[in-house]
């Protein structure tokens, strides 16, 4: 008997049905309240009704322009650095988002997509875009999250981007109303994050994680 064909609850940008060919499997509900294990849930799947004391909600007001996308709230007024894109170079922007107890915010792009099996929340910039805001916005599609800006962490080159990654934080979504791109949103330890991000475009995001960190102590 075959099994039957998964596909995400929500279709892609041309309206056509995603289909995951390879599902990923969601822990289960104790994962969420232990700091020491990983937690990951599917499109729709089962979830506490808080954690750490902000409830997994939907985000029922999102921005609908560019325009209202730039005025979202959760920028922040920091220093970073002046964002130099270098020559044949996309730009974009993403978050890492850290929980309160330490554990990192990630997301399983659908059917691997880029060749992750799982990495930070980020994406080109549209036009006339903000930084801050392209970051908050696709923190929310690919993981289903609200988040603010904390701070400036990295900039990292990829083979067709380069990327600004900000420090975020969670203030509100639901991580199982995941946007299309996603097959599944993971809260995990920084130990062995890069075992989770194991490709290596990911490494130096991280390892500017690890300095944060190591400083904070």
Known sequence: MTDSPVFHPQPDE???PVHLRHPSTPSDIAAWH???RRATVTPLGALPGELNGIAFAPWLDTPLTSAGWNEVDGQADIVEPAFLVPPGKAAAAGVVIEEAGGRIWAVSPSNRFGGYDATFPKGRVDPGVALQANAIREAFEESGLRVEI???LADSARTQTFTRYYLARRIGGNPALMG????AV?????EGLAELLCNPNDQAVIAALMKVRSLKK
Request: glycine content about 6%; charged content about 10%.
């Open 186 to 190: 993971h809260l995990a330890p920084l």
């Open 14 to 16: 041309h309206g056509q």
């Open 180 to 183: 299309w791109e996603s097959q």
């Open 150 to 152: 904390v701070a400036f």
């Open 34 to 36: 232990d700091p020491v």
